[in-house]
């Protein structure tokens, strides 16, 4: 028995495995416990991400609408040929000569404005 007990000491394999095994589980467990840790984080940011995304998109067709629309009030209130336009075109009436050409979506019914020419 005395034999057994000193051969298990003076056996360096035993403890170099074990040392070896041990570091093994600690590396692991503390990947695992940051995983565990950072995933959700990980997971909220690529949805911020997303959503950032998502909103610059949208920020940026409504800046065009903004631009737009800018564009059509700084015309209505400077430009009188273009307040004719429109206002001939809402009514359906033409100018004496003027032909109009109307170009509708191939999804909308055919109108049916009747231009009449316009008193002079």
């Given amino acids: 028995m005395q034999q057994l007990r ?14 070896r095994l041990m570091s093994i589980f600690i590396v692991v467990g503390s990947l695992a416990f940051l995983l565990v840790a950072f995933y959700p984080e990980w997971t909220r940011k690529k949805d911020l991400a997303t959503q950032l995304a998502n909103e610059k998109s949208t920020l940026s067709a ?5 631009k737009q629309r ?3 009030v700084n015309l209505l209130k ?22 109009i050409y109307r170009l509708d979506a191939p999804d909308s019914k055919p109108a049916a404005i009747t231009a009449k020419p316009a008193k002079p």
């Fill in 78 to 99: 400077n430009d009188t040929e273009y307040v004719e336009a429109i206002a001939r075109d809402k009514i359906g009436v033409m100018k004496e000569g003027e032909t």
């Fill in 62 to 66: 409504e800046e065009l609408v903004r």
């Fill in 6 to 19: 000193s051969k298990r000491r003076r056996n360096p394999e035993v403890w170099s495995t074990g040392i």
């Fill in 70 to 72: 800018s564009r059509e």
